[in-house]
């Protein structure tokens, strides 16, 4: 074949992209291509941060393309109808594409002529971990069990030195609006992708070896930030579980191989929920769990906006969402605290904060963003006991002792001195007046009791599971 398409998705990377590969192996010219698809663009689960990430990396990759003698063709429309365009354009025999596995992508994607579709997203795509019987796995842990077991990836690939060059053909300038925001600590693209991996995992002393003690820390950066990257492919996941392979069989001690596994685990879990959303699609509508369907939520829009916009009372809640406002991302930790209390305290319905994660989080994804949010919920696969309700108070304590995290993201909090950090309005009046934290003038009291709110919502999912029993 003279010319193929290259259609890019997800795989914003010319370094272990197996989609590329293919494509140079199977023609003499390579027409790189993305389509700026209107339907995901209006989406209401698509945010302007997460664009402007795109958009970035777009602007990124066509140099890294022209540095090699190609560059990108960019194009906005349907991609059916935009990609038969550009194959008609340059006489492409075909279009060589990386796998995606979400509903709308494969639904998507059966429309498209002459697409061929190469593994990457995933070590172990959907259909390779399956119970003895066949089935998919519905549990983490005997899941990541039979992953493990299957062969490691190979060695990750290079990126090439030449894409031979496209003929011209008409593109669209990558959009500059919208920008990402210099508050937004995520620089778009392959090179800085790379860069935070490496530092992650280089060393005796890296950080991934410090991950099982640290990660679950908010006031610390002891995991890797990576999870933009992971999710539109900068990085692939081969490189990524390469890495942390490597860096156990590295490890300098027990305690630091535990780290690296963990690391590796998490990994894992991001393989798990997108195999969960390829077998279970109705988890983006419903609970994974049948009796779990009809829970009396109380969705008061009021309460909900206390929430998105961390002023609920209660500083780890409020720092958190805070944070994802101000930066697109939130520390995993956080996210389950800030779920946690959205579902639990306030009875709100998962999918209202499963919807607003998806349209401010940078590395907003639909598998992963599901997962955590019906784990949360005790409504997914491997479900927190419904009965388990973070304390915030208690979490506060644990994950951020110091109160460093809280009184970043919240500075009204700044001189409250370290025993009333996560329960400001335990202060009495002098201490409030002293460090310049007046409650219900400088922070909410708390929006809800969560004594009582807990017992109502163990009432709720009680009431829930036994209408369906
Ligand atoms: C309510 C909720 C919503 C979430 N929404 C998303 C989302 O939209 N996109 C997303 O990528 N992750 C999501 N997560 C998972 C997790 O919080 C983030 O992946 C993690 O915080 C990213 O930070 P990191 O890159 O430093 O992760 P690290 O701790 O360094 O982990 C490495 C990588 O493993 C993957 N990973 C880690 N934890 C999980 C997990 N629990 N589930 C799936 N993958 C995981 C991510 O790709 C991550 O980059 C969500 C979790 C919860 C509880």
Redesign the pocket.
């Known amino acids: 074949m003279k010319t193929v398409l290259w259609w890019i998705r997800r795989d914003l990377r010319l370094a272990d992209n197996q989609a590329l590969a293919a494509a140079l192996n199977a023609a003499e010219r390579v027409v790189p291509v993305f389509v700026l698809d209107p339907a995901l663009l209006a989406s209401e689960r698509v945010g302007p941060l997460r664009v402007a990430f795109l958009l970035e990396g777009l602007r990124r990759l066509d140099s890294d393309l022209r540095q090699r003698g190609s560059r990108l063709v960019l194009r906005r429309g349907d991609p059916a109808a935009e990609l038969s365009a550009v194959a008609a354009e340059t006489g492409a025999g075909a279009i060589l594409a990386e796998e995606d596995f979400t509903p709308y992508a494969r639904q998507r994607d059966s429309r498209v002529p002459s697409l061929q579709l190469v593994g990457g997203r995933l070590v172990h795509p959907p259909g390779s971990v399956r119970k003895a019987d066949g089935t998919p796995y519905v549990v983490y842990t005997p899941f990541s069990r039979t992953w493990k077991g299957l062969p490691q990836p190979g060695a990750a690939m290079p990126a090439p030195a030449h894409v031979p060059t496209a003929p011209q053909v008409a593109s669209l300038p990558v959009p500059d609006q919208p920008e990402r925001p210099p508050a937004i600590p995520f620089p778009s693209g392959e090179t800085e992708a790379q860069r935070r991996l490496a530092a992650?995992v280089t060393g005796d002393d890296a950080p991934v070896y410090r991950?099982a003690q640290t990660?679950d820390r908010v006031d610390l950066d002891g995991?890797?930030?990576?999870?933009?990257?992971?999710?539109l492919g900068m990085i692939s996941s081969r490189q990524?579980v390469a890495a942390a392979l490597d860096a156990i069989a590295a490890a300098p001690n027990a305690a630091a191989r535990e780290g690296a596994e963990t690391?590796l685990n998490?990994?894992i879990?991001?393989e798990?929920?997108v195999h969960i959303l390829y077998h279970f699609p109705h988890v983006l509508e419903q609970s994974f769990r049948a009796n779990l369907q009809e829970i009396r939520w109380q969705d008061d829009a009021s309460s909900f906006a206390a929430w998105r916009d961390g002023c609920t009372g209660y500083p780890i809640v409020d720092a958190a969402m805070r944070q994802l406002a101000q930066t697109g991302?939130?520390?995993?930790r956080a996210?389950?605290v800030?779920?946690s209390f959205l579902i639990k305290d306030l009875l709100i319905d998962w999918r209202w904060?499963?919807r607003y994660?998806?349209q401010t989080?940078i590395?907003?994804?639909?598998?992963?963003?599901n997962?955590?949010?019906q784990?949360?919920a005790g409504t997914g696969t491997d479900a927190a006991p419904y009965f388990r309700v973070f304390h915030p108070v208690a979490q506060g304590r644990k994950h951020d002792p110091q109160g460093t995290y809280v009184r970043r993201w919240l500075p009204e909090l700044g001189r409250v001195p370290e025993r009333f950090v996560h329960q400001p309005w335990k202060m009495p009046d002098d201490v409030q007046q002293a460090a310049g934290c007046v409650i219900g003038r400088d922070y909410p009291a708390p929006i809800v009791d969560h004594a009582w709110a807990r017992e109502r919502a163990l009432d709720a999912y009680r009431h829930a599971r036994r209408n369906l029993a």
Do not use: I, K, V
């Open positions: 992650f991950y990660r995991t890797s930030q990576l999870s933009p990257y992971l999710h990524a690391w998490e990994l879990w991001r798990f929920y991302w939130m520390h995993n996210r389950m800030a779920a904060g499963e994660f998806m989080l590395d907003g994804d639909s598998a992963a963003n997962g955590g949010w784990w949360t």
